[in-house]
């Protein structure tokens, strides 16, 4: 059995998404709204706060809320945001963390008298050496609250230069948009562990953002990613860079299995692409007799579309998912919690009844999902369940921004996949390879973060007590 929590798991016990930053220059819209609808296109990055800072050129006014985009937002505060210059973002954090005050942006006010806004996707690995050196930074409860009070308290006079000067210090996984009263500006880790891209807005003007979704929303082109260890600014002058570090990229592979929404594109691929890829190399790697192949919605679906074209099994929808069901800042119940997965998915009985099924899942990490799953499959009538994951077994923790479980908590961290099975109670169970994981990204393995799946983590992270104190990480992991 794998070791107890240490915190209460939530609803849905898989991994958890990232963080989504938005940031939007645009001579003559209300950026407000730009950045609203940025930010319903990243909801899935982040659904326990939402936040939106704005400048009109002078003042910078930041409003947040707890709750998913469409909840934090009203009408009336958001026309009442007022500029033509913002940054939006969308939260996930631990749950001890979840606050109102750890919601971001987070604004800090300058020696100068004037202001930043900060957003931040990843997560910083040596807050603690930090924390030391920043006048207040004890009492900062967020890495992102850290990395606005380290801004303004550096000395340079443009906050440019404190951006390349703060972006040299701090270690660990980082795309950023930060904002003063004049210029926005998106900024990425030298190994671009998380995604941010650049794209430019049909009436003028420029985007940054997570993921190309936000773009599209927004009917804005795209014009690339921002480079590992690149700056960005936008502002009345256009669109400029700086390349602060030489770039080593090391893109979350995790990003392509689960976090990252299928329509996002990169150079490569597009997510939907590269998981239908994952799906057919499975059927290769593990095939099975079955009558039936079916997706865990959604971030299977593509996979089992693959999976089923390249084995010939038909291929039907078995589960219906409850798309309303997020996290929020309310901690679900004990008895909530003991619904388990029924609160999230429904099986149609008619599908699976009496059937040999190929189940197509993207991972597994504590295990508690996919055994309530096989259960769910069996009560309903499925002959047999053969279970087939399209990464690698998780063994290893996350410290670059994805909240995983703790190395105690992961299934994978001291099991064979035989025990796995066993746990789940699954007929077969199969795991894809990390080459052919590799190889449906259609990037070079040595540009890829893979961290949780074979333990080379390409940020030295500060040891096995990080792992340990995951809960408490001084209060700073924020996103
Ligand atoms: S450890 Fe895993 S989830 Fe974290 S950045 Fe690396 S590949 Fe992504």
Same mark, same amino acid.
């Given at each position: 059995?794998?070791?107890?929590?240490?915190?209460?798991?939530?609803?849905?016990?898989?991994?958890?998404?990232?963080?989504?930053?938005?940031?939007?220059?645009?001579? /003559?819209?209300?950026?407000?709204?730009?950045?609203?609808?940025?930010?319903?296109? #990243?909801?899935?990055?982040?659904?326990?706060?939402?936040?939106?800072?704005?400048?009109?050129?002078?003042?910078?006014?930041?409003?947040?809320?707890?709750? #998913?985009?469409?909840?934090?937002?009203?009408?009336?505060?958001?026309?009442?945001?007022?500029?033509?210059?913002?940054?939006?973002?969308? $939260?996930?954090?631990?749950?001890?963390?979840?606050?109102?005050?750890?919601?971001?942006?987070?604004?800090?006010?300058?020696?100068?008298?004037?202001?930043?806004?900060?957003?931040?996707?990843?997560? !910083?690995?040596?807050?603690?050496?930090?924390?030391?050196?920043?006048?207040?930074?004890?009492?900062?409860?967020?890495?992102?609250? =850290? =990395?606005?009070?380290?801004?303004?308290?550096?000395?340079?006079?443009?906050?440019? /230069?404190?951006?390349?000067?703060?972006?040299?210090?701090?270690?660990?996984?980082?795309?950023?948009?930060?904002? /003063?009263?004049?210029?926005?500006?998106?900024?990425?880790?030298?190994?671009?562990?998380?995604?941010?891209?650049?794209?430019?807005?049909?009436?003028?003007?420029?985007?940054?953002?997570?993921?190309?979704?936000?773009?599209?929303?927004?009917?804005?082109?795209?014009?690339?990613?921002?480079?590992?260890?690149?700056?960005?600014?936008? *502002?009345?002058?256009?669109?400029?860079?700086? @390349?602060?570090?030489?770039?080593?990229?090391?893109?979350?592979?995790?990003?392509?299995?689960?976090?990252?929404?299928? +329509?996002?594109?990169?150079?490569?691929?597009?997510?939907?692409?590269?998981?239908?890829?994952?799906?057919?190399?499975?059927?290769?790697?593990?095939?099975?007799?079955? +009558?039936?192949?079916?997706?865990?919605?959604?971030?299977?679906?593509?996979?089992?579309?693959?999976?089923?074209?390249?084995?010939?099994?038909?291929?039907?929808?078995?589960?219906?998912?409850?798309?309303?069901?997020?996290?929020?800042?309310?901690?679900?119940?004990?008895?909530?919690?003991? !619904?388990?997965?029924?609160?999230?998915?429904?099986?149609? $009985? +008619?599908?699976?009844?009496? @059937?040999? #099924?190929?189940?197509? *899942?993207?991972?597994?990490?504590?295990?508690?999902?996919?055994? @309530?799953?096989?259960?769910?499959?069996?009560?309903?009538?499925?002959?047999?369940?053969?279970?087939?994951?399209?990464?690698?077994?998780?063994?290893?923790?996350?410290?670059?921004?994805?909240?995983?479980?703790?190395?105690?908590?992961?299934?994978?961290?001291?099991?064979?996949?035989?025990?796995?099975?066993?746990?789940?109670?699954? *007929?077969?169970?199969?795991?894809?390879?990390?080459?052919?994981?590799?190889?449906?990204?259609?990037?070079?393995?040595?540009?890829?973060?893979?961290?949780?799946? *074979?333990?080379?983590?390409?940020?030295?992270?500060?040891?096995?007590?990080?792992?340990?104190?995951? /809960?408490?990480?001084?209060?700073?992991?924020?996103?």
């Amino acid at each position: 059995m794998p070791a107890r929590p240490a915190r209460p798991p939530a609803p849905d016990s898989g991994a958890r998404d990232a963080c989504g930053v938005v940031g939007i220059y645009t001579p /003559d819209e209300p950026v407000a709204k730009l950045c609203y609808y940025g930010l319903y296109a #990243l909801q899935h990055r982040g659904q326990e706060s939402a936040g939106i800072a704005v400048s009109d050129g002078h003042h910078i006014l930041v409003t947040k809320e707890m709750g #998913l985009v469409s909840q934090a937002f009203k009408a009336s505060r958001l026309a009442g945001l007022d500029g033509h210059l913002g940054i939006g973002h969308v $939260r996930y954090s631990t749950t001890g963390s979840s606050t109102w005050h750890n919601a971001q942006p987070s604004f800090k006010v300058t020696g100068q008298g004037g202001g930043i806004a900060l957003g931040h996707n990843g997560n !910083l690995v040596n807050t603690v050496e930090l924390s030391r050196d920043v006048p207040g930074g004890d009492n900062c409860t967020s890495d992102s609250e =850290l =990395l606005a009070a380290m801004l303004a308290a550096h000395p340079s006079r443009s906050l440019e /230069d404190a951006l390349v000067a703060t972006s040299e210090r701090i270690r660990g996984a980082f795309s950023l948009v930060v904002m /003063d009263e004049r210029t926005v500006y998106g900024v990425r880790d030298r190994h671009g562990v998380r995604p941010l891209v650049i794209g430019r807005l049909p009436h003028g003007g420029s985007v940054i953002a997570s993921e190309t979704a936000a773009l599209d929303i927004l009917g804005a082109e795209l014009l690339r990613e921002v480079r590992p260890g690149e700056l960005v600014a936008i *502002d009345e002058h256009g669109l400029r860079s700086r @390349q602060w570090a030489e770039p080593s990229p090391r893109f979350c592979l995790f990003e392509y299995v689960y976090v990252a929404r299928p +329509d996002h594109r990169t150079q490569e691929t597009t997510m939907y692409a590269a998981r239908r890829r994952m799906g057919a190399l499975l059927a290769k790697e593990a095939p099975v007799p079955a +009558d039936l192949v079916i997706p865990v919605p959604d971030s299977g679906t593509a996979a089992a579309s693959g999976y089923s074209e390249a084995s010939g099994i038909p291929h039907a929808e078995g589960l219906v998912k409850n798309r309303y069901v997020g996290r929020t800042f309310i901690e679900p119940s004990q008895s909530l919690r003991e !619904l388990g997965i029924r609160l999230k998915l429904n099986p149609l $009985r +008619d599908v699976l009844e009496g @059937q040999r #099924l190929v189940v197509v *899942d993207d991972s597994i990490v504590r295990g508690n999902t996919s055994r @309530q799953l096989v259960a769910m499959l069996r009560e309903s009538g499925a002959a047999e369940v053969h279970l087939r994951i399209t990464a690698p077994p998780v063994r290893n923790p996350c410290f670059y921004g994805i909240d995983m479980a703790t190395r105690a908590e992961l299934i994978g961290s001291d099991r064979t996949i035989e025990e796995i099975r066993e746990f789940v109670g699954a *007929d077969s169970l199969a795991f894809l390879s990390l080459d052919a994981l590799v190889d449906s990204t259609r990037r070079p393995k040595g540009t890829l973060c893979r961290a949780c799946f *074979d333990g080379e983590y390409p940020i030295p992270v500060p040891g096995e007590h990080a792992v340990a104190g995951k /809960d408490v990480l001084v209060q700073l992991r924020s996103s």
